[in-house]
């Protein structure tokens, strides 16, 4: 048994490396196979470091089923001398980036509404938007991934992905 688990581990292991580069055979692999996005790929450094912002937003739906205005949800708060030492909620702008960056590319590679909207990124964004405060009024909620560029972006954001409405009730 123990052998079993360390070739899984070497397996998951190397397919990791593999993942890091950008050979087209294995994103073609990757893109069939690996639809729970368990194979991980960082982007901290050259030759493509991530250089956009992602910016989760909501709206909800009344009972009349009227939409409101879309609010931001703020994942960046100004920082203290304090956060570099304990930063408890980069944890939590750190997950939704995440989460967001694996769906919308989820997204890009399945044309499938089915596979976007059962992926885990797409379920945990949903509930996260969902467990939020609402309204008595409230009864549907529905999510935005946008994306900007920069702290004081020059331009509007682009918006990369709109949810279906859900339930909040």
Not at 15 to 24: E, K, R, T
Not at 39 to 62: E, I, N, Q, S, V
Not at 140 to 148: E, G, K, L, P, V
């Amino acid at each position: 048994m123990i052998e079993l688990i360390g070739i899984v581990l070497l397996i998951l292991f190397v397919l990791s490396i593999l993942n890091q580069f950008s050979f087209p055979f294995f994103r073609s692999f990757i893109a069939r196979y690996d639809h729970f996005m368990v194979l991980p790929k960082w982007t901290f450094f050259a030759p493509h470091p991530g250089c956009t912002d992602y910016r989760l937003l909501y709206r909800d739906y009344d009972d009349q089923e009227q939409p409101s205005e879309w609010r931001e949800i703020p994942l960046v708060r100004k920082r203290a001398w304090l956060d570099a030492l304990w930063n408890p909620d980069k944890r939590l702008s750190k997950g939704i980036f995440d989460l967001a960056q694996s769906l919308i590319l989820i997204r890009q590679t399945h044309e499938s509404l089915a596979v976007t909207m059962t992926s885990t990124p797409y379920v945990a964004l949903a509930h996260y938007v969902n467990s939020l405060p609402y309204a008595k009024s409230t009864h549907y909620r529905q999510f935005m991934i946008a994306q900007s560029h920069g702290m004081f972006p020059k331009t509007a954001p682009e918006i990369l992905m709109c949810s279906g409405v859900h339930c909040v009730r």
